[in-house]
Nanobody
């Protein structure tokens, strides 16, 4: 059974920074791709950033240049460093692991005040 535990969300003013963490545990073989999704109130869930086992990454246009995804393969941990936050970045952020089935974390709330 694979579990993902996110942490690091909170309330921050516009222009501030937050760092989200995602720790994966369970019988994980190899270094499957990991990603961060978010869901804003009243909107569909969207991909924010994704990182492969080789640490190549890709970002949504709305966050490119402001967010950085990284990982530690030895620890099965991923991070999302968010800078220059905007009110439109508000939402629940989910960590995702692509390995066989897709595993989702429980989500962590990020609120950016104007």
């Amino acid at each position: 059974q694979v579990q993902l535990v996110e942490s690091g969300g909170g309330l921050v003013q516009a222009g501030g920074s937050l760092r989200l963490s995602c720790a994966a545990s369970g019988s994980i073989v190899g270094n499957p791709a990991m990603a961060w999704y978010r869901q804003a109130p009243g909107k569909q869930r969207e991909l924010v950033a994704i990182i492969s086992s080789s640490t190549s990454s890709n970002y949504a246009d709305s966050v490119r240049g402001r967010f950085t995804i990284s990982r530690d393969n030895a620890k099965n941990t991923a991070w999302l460093q968010m800078s220059s936050l905007k009110p439109e970045d508000t939402g629940v952020y989910y960590c995702v692991l692509f390995w066989g089935p897709t595993y989702w974390g429980q989500g962590t709330q990020v609120t950016v005040s104007s």
